[in-house]
């Protein structure tokens, strides 16, 4: 991001073609290394949304907290894959 912290996007077809679009920022961009990481808004944060291309707009969706971000791989070397999962409540907003 713009401020310093690593920031991925995570998108998911849904069956009505509208898009599950999670975005996690992990606030120290050290701290993104594989391993269990607790999403608790102090150093990893994730907001999720649902994107509907054929209107171009966002709708729904919240806060994932408490959960949990999972990384099987992560680095912040450009083009480097990520991989895992993300679980959690989600809080509407």
Same mark, same amino acid.
């Given at each position: ?15 009505? $073609? ?7 920022? @992990?606030? *120290?961009? %050290?701290?993104?290394? !594989? =391993? ?24 729904? $969706? ?7 971000? @999972?990384? *099987?791989? %992560?680095?912040?070397? !450009? =083009? ?14």
């Amino acid at each position: 991001s713009g401020e310093g912290q690593a920031v991925i996007q995570m998108f998911s077809p849904l069956p009505d $073609g509208r898009y599950t679009v999670v975005f996690v920022v @992990v606030q *120290d961009p %050290a701290d993104l290394v !594989p =391993g269990t990481h607790a999403v608790d808004l102090a150093h990893v944060a994730a907001i999720m949304t649902f994107y509907d291309p054929a209107t171009d707009s966002t709708s729904g $969706g919240g806060l994932i907290l408490p959960g949990e971000l @999972v990384l *099987d791989s %992560a680095s912040t070397i !450009p =083009g480097a894959p990520i991989a895992g999962s993300i679980t959690g409540e989600v809080i509407e907003l």
